[in-house]
């Protein structure tokens, strides 16, 4: 059986994580946590970033940050994990959708201005994939009609945008650590990137709890108290242990997925060429960290019959979201601004393939053999047609 994917784990993640437990700092901003923001802060250089309990959490502070209120509203895409959306609906906004460009699956930043209106308060870009959006582009568009810009960079970490890491370009941004991502916590877990200098401070204070307890700390008052809204968003150092562990061969993870995703990709592009699939394409001044290898097929029918084949094969191949404005919460708290061209469309075509740290030359082997069989056998004719 090939799974779809397998937790990261290098083996060095256990010394550190029995350290953290035999210290006397288990809960937040403990050893390991200030280890992981130091090396964060370094590779991304951005201004601060907070380790958070998941990606859900930085995005929710996100929305307190910017003081989203009842009313406001927030263009994204809809091809996107609800906790994007979801993020901003608990402030009270409004979500605006707009379609995604085909060759991406990233939002399509021409469509952008013409979803502004005087109640627009942020953009929303989510690098899919890994695979940045077009930020230039969308940081004008956001000075000009001064909004925020917040990368959901979940799947983005060692991805650059013209050399810059994901998440280093908007206002903030946001990373996972989920057990799915290419590199985790040990389950969950997230971080909240922060660019702007004037957000610093305040992030701080509602990561606890409201509390100017990190002034406290840091001797700048004698007594910390209540002063804002906040929660509890602080990973465990037990989990920034972990972490730790995978920042530690970071270079090395993300070569062996780059290799692992060269390897599928040379062996379904003569799919591609006879007209059968679609591949990612990548643009070569962005710089993706093979979070996943997706195909595209015909439409959804084909797509149930090449995960069933796949799964007679044992292997598990999976497909992603369903577009948000289709569901009844995105009904009840968003609009789809303009023509839904390819966001439908296209989420039906997709076909996500197992891609994880530590998969064998084999077993990919075995997926694109099996992929090919699945042509050869029930599309042979158009095989030949394009032949």
């Excluded at 005087?118 to 077009?134: L, M, S």
Aim: charged letters at 25%; hydrophobic letters at 40%.
């Amino acid at each position: 059986m090939i799974d779809f994917f397998k937790p990261t784990y290098t083996g060095d993640e256990d010394q550190y994580v029995l350290d953290s437990m035999k210290s006397q700092r288990m809960s937040g901003d403990g050893k390991y946590s200030q280890m992981c923001h130091e090396w964060f802060e370094d590779h991304i250089g951005c201004e601060k970033v907070l380790l958070t309990p998941s990606c859900t959490h930085a995005l929710e502070m996100t929305a307190i940050l910017i003081n989203v209120q009842p009313g406001d509203e927030v263009i994204m895409p809809s091809y996107t994990f609800v906790s994007t959306a979801n993020a901003f609906v608990l402030r009270g906004a409004k979500i605006v959708f707009v379609d995604i460009k085909a060759d991406d699956m990233n939002i399509d930043e021409s469509l952008i201005e013409e979803a502004i209106t005087d109640k627009t308060v942020a953009i929303v870009p989510v690098h899919y994939a890994g695979v940045a959006c077009e930020m230039d582009t969308i940081m004008d568009i956001a000075e000009r009609h001064q909004l925020y810009v917040i990368e959901d960079a979940a799947q983005g970490v060692m991805s650059t945008y013209k050399g810059r890491p994901l998440g280093s370009i908007g206002h903030l941004g946001a990373y996972s650590f989920h057990e799915t991502k290419n590199y985790t916590s040990g389950g969950e877990g997230g971080m909240l990137i922060i660019n702007s200098p004037n957000l610093v401070e305040r992030s701080e204070i509602i990561r606890e709890k409201g509390t100017n307890r990190n002034l406290f700390f840091r001797g700048m008052v004698d007594k910390y108290s209540w002063v804002d809204i906040g929660s509890s968003y602080l990973m465990s150092d037990i989990q920034a242990a972990y972490l730790w562990g995978q920042l530690d061969n970071i270079a090395l993870i993300n070569d062996a997925r780059l290799a692992a995703w060269d390897y599928y990709y040379k062996g379904l592009f003569s799919l591609e060429r006879l007209g059968l699939i679609s591949l990612a394409k990548h643009k070569d001044k962005h710089k993706h960290n093979a979070h996943m290898f997706y195909i595209k097929v015909r439409d959804v029918a084909e797509r149930e019959h090449l995960i069933s084949f796949l799964k007679d094969k044992g292997i598990t191949a999976v497909f992603h979201y369903v577009p948000l404005h289709s569901s009844k919460a995105g009904q009840a708290f968003s609009q789809f601004h303009g023509i839904d061209r390819f966001t439908t469309r296209e989420s039906e075509r997709l076909i996500r393939l197992p891609i994880f740290h530590g998969i064998t030359v084999s077993e990919q082997e075995y997926v694109v053999e099996s992929v090919r069989d699945f042509y050869g056998i029930h599309f042979n004719d158009r095989i030949k047609s394009r032949g």
